[in-house]
């Protein structure tokens, strides 16, 4: 059973930075990839950032060049490096994986960028 645990989430105003972090249950060497999601009401869930078990990233348009996605294995620990906040980041933040063909997800974390 994998456990996902989000942190790290607040109110911020624009322009501003957050770190979020993801606490897996395991070890996360075993996930091979893994994601960072939003989702703000009445809109579909959007992936935001990914992250390799070789440490290959990608990011969504929306978010490249101001966000950061890394892996801490030593923590079993993912992080998001959220920098120049816009109003339209706010939603609340999830981190995913997939193990053992199934999709695990954490319950969330709320960011909130006042304009």
């Known amino acids: 059973q994998v456990q996902l645990v989000e942190s790290g989430g607040g109110l911020v105003q624009a322009g501003g930075s957050l770190t979020l972090s993801c606490q897996a249950s395991g070890s996360i060497f075993s996930y091979k ?22 440490g290959s990233t990608d990011y969504a348009a929306s978010v490249k060049g101001r966000f950061t996605i890394s892996r801490d294995y030593a923590k079993n620990t993912m992080y ?28 969330g ?7």
Not at 34 to 49: D, H, I, L, S, T
Not at 80 to 104: F, I
Request: glycine share 8%; aromatic share 12%; proline share 4%.
């Open 33 to 54: 990839t893994m994601n960072w999601y939003r989702q703000v009401p009445g809109k579909q869930r959007e992936m935001v950032a990914d992250i390799t078990r070789g």
């Open 80 to 107: 998001l490096r959220m920098n120049s906040l816009k109003p339209e980041d706010t939603a609340v933040y999830y981190c995913h994986t997939n193990w053992g063909q199934v999709d695990y997800w954490g319950h």
């Open 109 to 115: 974390t709320q960011v909130t960028v006042s304009s």
